[in-house]
């Protein structure tokens, strides 16, 4: 369904050190900049974080998340950690098991350095 993610950045090298990272830690490569942007790649698609092209600030979706996929709970545990540790700010509580619709899930979720809400989410098998 989709084709690309890209969020707003208001300091482009301060989110770019956070997401290769955060996205390190589920296995992305580094970010590879182009046009005055880093993109993720990735088998699902691309991520990108750019500063915005209207010259206006970057600011957050209020209600909005993006999901990252992860292999394992490990791999979201190590998501959330090195994402506090390059300037995301936890929310939603701790990592861990949450029930929903689609089931039960580990997740964890932040805030990049410009505010954007993200998560890392394993589905344990059943």
Known sequence: MFSHI??????LEVSRDFYDAA????????GSF??????YRGP????AITKPIDGNEATHANGGTIGFS????????????IGV???GTSCEGD????????GTIYIAWLRDPA??????????PK
Do not use: T
Request: aromatic share 8%.
């Open 6 to 11: 890209m969020l707003g950045a208001n300091d």
């Open 23 to 30: 996205l390190g830690a589920l296995g992305v490569k580094p």
């Open 34 to 39: 182009s046009h005055d942007k880093y993109f």
């Open 44 to 47: 699902g698609g691309v991520f």
């Open 70 to 81: 992860a292999k394992s709970m490990a791999d979201v545990d190590a998501f959330h950690a």
């Open 85 to 87: 540790a390059h300037g």
């Open 95 to 102: 990592p861990g098991y949450r029930e929903g619709a689609a």
């Open 115 to 124: 505010g954007n809400k993200i998560c890392a989410m394993h589905r344990p």
